[in-house]
């Protein structure tokens, strides 16, 4: 059973900086998955945040988080992460973390980030 589970968030006021952390487990062949990142803020619908492919040579970015976060991911730890900085209150959403290859896509059950002061 695949599981992606999310970890890192919090509350942090504007300006701050938070790491997320997704870990898989039960998943064969992680490494050949692509990652990405989505958010959820109350009342709107889910969108997406940033992408990382295979071998983590190449990422997208929504261009409301573009120089401020940073993907990444440790295929020997099956884990990939979301460096946050600069937090805006407008970031506040839950982060999901989303594993996608071909006809296969897992999703986290996301962690809540809260940019307030």
């Known amino acids: 059973q695949v599981q992606l589970v999310e970890s890192g968030g919090g509350l942090v006021q504007p300006g701050g900086s938070l790491r997320l952390s997704c870990a898989a487990s039960?998943?064969?062949?992680?490494?050949?998955?692509?990652m990405n990142w989505y958010r959820q803020a109350p009342g709107k619908e889910r969108e997406f945040v940033a992408n990382?492919?295979?071998?983590?040579?190449?990422?997208r970015y929504a261009d409301s988080v573009k120089g401020r976060f940073t993907i990444s991911r440790d295929n020997a730890k099956n884990t990939v992460f979301l460096q946050m900085i600069s937090l805006k209150p407008e970031d506040t959403a839950v982060y999901y973390c989303?594993?996608?290859?071909?006809?296969?896509?897992?999703w986290g059950q996301g962690t809540q980030v809260t940019v307030s002061s």
């Open positions: 039960g998943i064969s062949g992680f490494s050949t998955y692509a």
């Open positions: 990382i492919n295979w071998s983590g040579s190449s990422t």
């Open positions: 989303n594993a996608r290859r071909g006809g296969s896509d897992y």
